[in-house]
């Protein structure tokens, strides 16, 4: 069974081919293909032993006709014609930045839904200021972590982020999961700005308090 954050990906798809990067064991191809929600679906990974741990849960769920295993680092060696959706998951927001930059092929009228585990602040920055637009994002909790799903288009159209584009990104912090996700963040900045003469810590929090304050 799919945990919360790999469900949540799994909502936020929205075609008829799906491309899961970094794939592991090919949970979410699997589950899309076999609940109908997608025609079909390319599992592609880096390493090949999930890869090959893929292709066996691939063979037992009877679905090797519609679900391509790729082996590939990021997306470089996928053919991006006929995907509509790519899943970027499970991983830090770093590495989702190196794949993005280095797609051989446009990203224009992908759906990326895009997962980190890390650095989401990063992530989120850079998407701003690239030409990506972030249109949905959630909140997820699964056992005591928090994750977050987004939505992006690439609309090749940059933008200047402010600080609550970066650290709460699209979250609805009307929701009880979005304000548990607030509520960490600044948590999470608090303590890393604690005995700091960094004036740029101040400046962030007070910024992300103001916000929460408006609601």
């Not at 600080?163 to 890393?192: C, H, P």
Request: hydrophobic share 40%; glycine share 8%; with cysteine.
């Amino acid at each position: 069974m799919m945990n919360a954050r790999l469900m949540k990906c799994a909502e936020f798809v929205q075609g008829e081919t799906v491309c899961d990067v970094g794939t592991d064991h090919a949970q979410l191809p699997v589950f899309l293909v076999r609940e109908g929600r997608v025609k079909s679906a390319i599992a592609s990974d880096i390493r090949e032993k999930p890869l090959e741990i893929a292709g066996w849960n691939i063979v037992k769920a009877g679905l090797s006709d519609k679900i391509r295993m790729m082996l590939s680092d990021g997306l470089i060696c996928i053919p991006g014609e006929h995907i509509t959706d790519i899943v970027i998951a499970g991983m830090g927001g770093e590495t989702i930045i190196h794949i993005l930059k280095s797609c051989p092929w446009s990203l224009k009228h992908k759906n990326l839904i895009l997962q980190p585990m890390t650095k989401h602040e990063v992530l989120r920055k850079w998407l701003f200021e690239n030409g990506f637009e972030i249109q949905k994002e959630e909140c997820v909790p699964d056992k005591q972590f928090l994750y977050t799903v987004m939505q992006v288009q690439f609309t090749d159209v940059p933008a200047v982020p402010d600080w609550t584009d970066i650290y709460f990104g699209k979250m609805d912090l009307s929701k009880e999961n979005g304000l548990a996700y607030a509520g960490r963040v600044l948590t999470q900045l608090r303590k890393a700005g604690e005995g700091s003469q960094n004036s740029v810590f101040f400046e962030i929090i007070s910024k992300l308090e103001e916000k929460l304050s408006c609601l």
